[in-house]
């Protein structure tokens, strides 16, 4: 079955660039997507089709893939940035999350 | 846009249970829909998908033959049957909606937790 690896957790300072991997087989084949998870909340879209960004989403937040590897980047990274992150795709039909990274703001 | 789950609570092993997602704000008919769980502190799993006429259906093999998603676009609303239930499928259930010929979630329901304990 379809895996994507994702690190359990990223540490930044605030106002560094944060940046979280993603790997699986051919993912630059497939539009990978990535969501923000707070405690207690919901998942919420920052990234789709790898770089995408919908609306509401500070510009801070980016995507890029290459090969087999997606990354989101968070670029002066806030103290309110500091969540859990998913990594998603589709894949025939049916949908393969990562892990999950914490990342954590100090 | 709204998604509002309801029907989770404590049942025993190898008890059922029947899951609502209501959908306000939008029309359902149009959109594939999803069920996504999470375990207590751990991470999101895809549970299963449904097509919009409701004629495809794909399930993780953990549930397969013992869940079962359905729809209903009259009433807007999506279902999930579990049966069989087992401690392992304790966890919070979200229903998603995925955008038009698109492979992501745009909007998730605040979830409800399903607890299966003797």
């Known amino acids: 079955s379809y895996e994507l690896t994702q690190p359990p957790s990223v540490s930044v300072s605030p106002g560094q660039t944060a940046s979280i991997t993603c790997s699986g087989d051919k993912l630059g084949d497939k539009d990978a997507c990535w969501y923000q998870q707070k405690p207690g909340q919901s998942p919420v879209l920052v990234i789709y089709q790898h770089r995408k960004r919908p609306s509401g989403i500070p510009e801070r937040f980016s995507g890029s893939n290459s090969g087999n590897t997606a990354t989101l980047t968070i670029s002066g990274t806030q103290a309110m940035d500091e969540a859990d992150y998913y990594c998603q795709a589709w894949v025939s039909s049916t949908v393969v999350f990562g892990g999950g990274t914490k990342l954590t703001v100090l | 846009v709204q998604l509002v789950e309801s029907g989770g609570g404590l049942v025993q092993p190898g008890g059922s249970l029947r899951l609502s997602c209501a959908a306000s704000?939008?029309?359902?008919?149009?959109?594939?829909m999803s069920w996504v769980r999470q375990a207590p502190g751990k991470g999101l799993e895809w549970v299963a998908n449904?097509?919009?006429?409701?004629?495809?259906?794909y399930y993780v093999d953990s549930v397969k033959g013992r869940f079962t998603i359905s729809r209903d676009n009259v009433e807007n609303s999506l279902y999930l049957q579990m049966n069989s239930l087992r401690a392992e499928d304790t966890a919070v259930y979200y229903c998603?909606?995925?955008?038009?010929?698109?492979?992501?979630?745009?909007?998730w329901g605040q979830g409800t937790l399903v607890t299966v304990s003797s």
């Open positions: 449904i097509k919009q006429d409701g004629s495809e259906k």
């Open positions: 998603a909606r995925v955008p038009f010929s698109s492979s992501w979630y745009d909007y």
């Open positions: 704000g939008f029309t359902l008919s149009p959109y594939w």
